[in-house]
Protein backbone atom coordinates (compact mmCIF):
# COMPACT_ATOMS: atom_id res chain seq x y z
CA UNK A 1 0.00 0.00 0.00
CA UNK A 2 2.87 2.67 0.63
CA UNK A 3 4.30 2.07 -2.36
CA UNK A 4 1.40 3.49 -3.75
CA UNK A 5 1.76 6.32 -1.70
CA UNK A 6 5.63 6.66 -2.59
CA UNK A 7 4.54 7.06 -6.13
CA UNK A 8 1.56 9.85 -5.62
CA UNK A 9 4.48 11.35 -3.16
CA UNK A 10 7.14 11.52 -5.86
CA UNK A 11 4.39 12.95 -8.99
CA UNK A 12 2.88 15.13 -6.14
CA UNK A 13 4.76 16.46 -3.72
CA UNK A 14 8.42 16.05 -4.90
CA UNK A 15 7.82 16.87 -8.72
CA UNK A 16 4.50 19.21 -8.90
CA UNK A 17 5.15 20.97 -5.21
CA UNK A 18 8.82 21.57 -5.15
CA UNK A 19 9.91 21.69 -8.71
CA UNK A 20 6.54 22.91 -10.63
CA UNK A 21 4.69 25.37 -8.10
CA UNK A 22 6.87 26.64 -5.56
CA UNK A 23 9.22 27.98 -8.68
CA UNK A 24 6.30 29.53 -10.14
CA UNK A 25 5.66 31.32 -7.26
CA UNK A 26 2.75 29.54 -6.22
CA UNK A 27 3.90 28.45 -2.48
CA UNK A 28 0.90 29.79 -1.20
CA UNK A 29 -1.45 27.25 -3.00
CA UNK A 30 0.92 24.25 -2.65
CA UNK A 31 1.18 24.81 1.81
CA UNK A 32 -3.15 25.24 1.75
CA UNK A 33 -3.07 22.21 -0.33
CA UNK A 34 -0.71 20.35 1.97
CA UNK A 35 -2.22 21.49 5.14
CA UNK A 36 -5.63 20.17 3.90
CA UNK A 37 -4.62 17.12 3.00
CA UNK A 38 -2.58 16.40 6.14
CA UNK A 39 -6.11 17.31 8.17
CA UNK A 40 -7.28 15.02 5.99
CA UNK A 41 -4.86 12.25 6.75
CA UNK A 42 -5.68 12.63 10.33
CA UNK A 43 -9.32 12.72 10.37
CA UNK A 44 -8.91 9.86 8.24
CA UNK A 45 -6.48 8.19 10.51
CA UNK A 46 -8.69 8.40 13.33
CA UNK A 47 -11.93 7.32 11.61
CA UNK A 48 -10.15 4.46 9.86
CA UNK A 49 -7.16 2.77 12.43
CA UNK A 50 -8.95 1.93 15.41
CA UNK A 51 -10.59 -1.05 12.56
CA UNK A 52 -7.90 -1.45 10.13
CA UNK A 53 -4.84 -0.71 12.20
CA UNK A 54 -1.88 -0.29 10.07
CA UNK A 55 -3.33 -1.15 6.64
CA UNK A 56 -5.77 1.53 7.32
CA UNK A 57 -2.89 4.17 8.02
CA UNK A 58 -0.91 2.96 5.16
CA UNK A 59 -3.99 3.64 2.57
CA UNK A 60 -5.07 6.71 4.51
CA UNK A 61 -1.44 7.72 3.49
CA UNK A 62 -1.79 6.70 0.38
CA UNK A 63 -5.02 8.27 -0.26
CA UNK A 64 -3.62 11.48 0.82
CA UNK A 65 -0.55 11.09 -1.24
CA UNK A 66 -3.05 11.33 -3.98
CA UNK A 67 -5.53 14.01 -2.98
CA UNK A 68 -1.94 15.99 -3.10
CA UNK A 69 -1.12 14.66 -6.24
CA UNK A 70 -4.77 15.35 -7.86
CA UNK A 71 -4.96 18.74 -6.69
CA UNK A 72 -1.89 20.05 -7.20
CA UNK A 73 -2.36 18.86 -11.11
CA UNK A 74 -4.98 20.73 -11.22
CA UNK A 75 -3.54 24.24 -9.27
CA UNK A 76 -0.52 23.96 -11.55
CA UNK A 77 0.05 27.18 -13.69
CA UNK A 78 -1.30 25.24 -16.99
CA UNK A 79 1.30 27.12 -19.37
CA UNK A 80 3.78 24.21 -17.75
CA UNK A 81 3.67 21.23 -20.25
CA UNK A 82 3.65 17.32 -18.79
CA UNK A 83 3.89 15.63 -21.64
CA UNK A 84 7.48 14.00 -20.79
CA UNK A 85 5.51 12.85 -17.08
CA UNK A 86 4.65 9.89 -18.49
CA UNK A 87 7.75 8.27 -20.13
CA UNK A 88 9.61 9.43 -16.87
CA UNK A 89 7.33 7.59 -14.22
CA UNK A 90 6.55 4.42 -16.30
CA UNK A 91 9.67 2.40 -15.95
CA UNK A 92 9.93 3.63 -12.34
CA UNK A 93 6.11 2.46 -11.96
CA UNK A 94 6.77 -1.00 -14.02
CA UNK A 95 9.96 -1.27 -11.34
CA UNK A 96 7.50 -1.04 -8.36
CA UNK A 97 4.93 -3.46 -9.58
CA UNK A 98 8.15 -5.83 -10.53
CA UNK A 99 9.32 -4.93 -6.42
CA UNK A 100 6.21 -5.95 -5.34
CA UNK A 101 6.06 -9.46 -7.25
CA UNK A 102 9.07 -10.48 -6.16
CA UNK A 103 8.95 -9.63 -2.66
CA UNK A 104 5.82 -11.55 -2.57
CA UNK A 105 7.51 -14.61 -4.25
CA UNK A 106 9.92 -14.15 -1.38
CA UNK A 107 7.63 -14.13 1.48
CA UNK A 108 6.25 -17.33 -0.31
CA UNK A 109 9.19 -19.47 -1.10
CA UNK A 110 11.83 -17.45 1.96
CA UNK A 111 11.58 -18.51 5.52
CA UNK A 112 12.96 -16.42 8.21
CA UNK A 113 12.61 -13.01 8.67
CA UNK A 114 16.19 -11.73 8.38
CA UNK A 115 16.90 -14.07 5.32
CA UNK A 116 13.48 -12.76 3.89
CA UNK A 117 14.31 -9.26 4.29
CA UNK A 118 17.59 -9.53 2.93
CA UNK A 119 16.90 -11.40 -0.08
CA UNK A 120 13.74 -8.91 -0.83
CA UNK A 121 16.38 -5.97 -0.08
CA UNK A 122 19.29 -7.20 -2.20
CA UNK A 123 16.81 -8.75 -4.88
CA UNK A 124 15.14 -5.86 -5.33
CA UNK A 125 17.53 -3.29 -5.65
CA UNK A 126 19.27 -5.72 -8.70
CA UNK A 127 15.55 -5.79 -9.93
CA UNK A 128 14.40 -2.08 -9.84
CA UNK A 129 18.48 -1.32 -11.28
CA UNK A 130 18.11 -3.84 -14.74
CA UNK A 131 14.80 -2.70 -15.31
CA UNK A 132 15.80 0.94 -15.27
CA UNK A 133 18.33 -0.17 -17.63
CA UNK A 134 16.43 -2.52 -19.94
CA UNK A 135 13.46 0.35 -20.00
CA UNK A 136 16.18 3.42 -20.64
CA UNK A 137 15.26 4.93 -17.90
CA UNK A 138 16.66 8.48 -18.65
CA UNK A 139 17.70 9.57 -14.94
CA UNK A 140 19.27 6.06 -14.27
CA UNK A 141 21.57 6.21 -17.61
CA UNK A 142 22.45 9.97 -17.08
CA UNK A 143 23.52 8.77 -13.43
CA UNK A 144 25.45 5.59 -15.42
CA UNK A 145 27.08 8.25 -17.39
CA UNK A 146 28.36 10.15 -14.47
CA UNK A 147 29.28 7.26 -12.76
CA UNK A 148 31.59 5.85 -16.04
CA UNK A 149 33.01 8.76 -16.08
CA UNK A 150 34.00 9.23 -12.47
CA UNK A 151 35.66 5.73 -12.85
CA UNK A 152 37.31 6.82 -15.85
CA UNK A 153 39.53 9.80 -14.38
Known amino acids: ILIFSFAFSLIGGSFLGNMVLLPSGNEKIYMNICCITAVFNVGLNYLLIPKGGACAAAFTTAFSSLLIMILLLIKKDKNIRLDYLKQA ?44 IVLKNELCLQTLDTFKARVKK
Not at 107 to 124: A, D, I, R, W
Open 89 to 132: MLSPCIGAIAICVFCRLTKTFVSGVFLKTGVCVVGSIIIYGILM
